[in-house]
């Protein structure tokens, strides 16, 4: 599978992103996702994650109660919606797709996409 995400940009503290993350191939329905951002200088941190029916998610605590993921497997995309935005959230963000252990850990993953940039200034 071939995962590309976009909609990253720079918004103020406060504000909303939504990521979006387009997958080819016919297996996409079958692999559970996960976000995760980087930033710099630091290590590749799970942000959320969602099964492959879209019936369990996933989320990193900071980030409980203002993302939302979820997928729509007939577009074969996953959605990352990002609220009340925190200048810590500044990083780039990557979708993944078969985690073959830990949804959290991203050596776990066997399909990566390339990053989008979000910046949230204050």
């Known amino acids: 599978v071939q995962l590309q995400a976009f909609g990253g940009g720079l918004v103020h503290a406060g504000g909303s992103l939504r990521l979006s993350c387009a997958a080819s191939?016919?297996?996409?329905?079958?692999?559970?996702m996960g976000w995760f951002r980087q930033g710099p200088g630091k290590e590749r941190d799970f942000v959320a994650a969602?099964?492959?029916?879209?019936?369990?998610?996933y989320y990193e605590d900071s980030v409980k109660g203002r993302f939302t993921v979820s997928r729509d497997n007939a577009k074969k995309m996953v959605y990352l919606q990002m609220n009340s935005l925190k200048p810590e959230d500044t990083a780039v963000y990557y979708c993944?797709?078969?985690?073959?252990?830990?949804?959290?850990?991203?050596?776990?993953?066997?399909?990566w996409g390339q990053g989008t940039q979000v910046t949230v200034s204050s």
């Open positions: 191939g016919r297996t996409f329905r079958t692999y559970d």
């Open positions: 969602i099964s492959w029916s879209g019936g369990t998610t």
């Open positions: 993944a797709a078969d985690p073959r252990g830990s949804y959290s850990n991203a050596q776990d993953y066997n399909y």
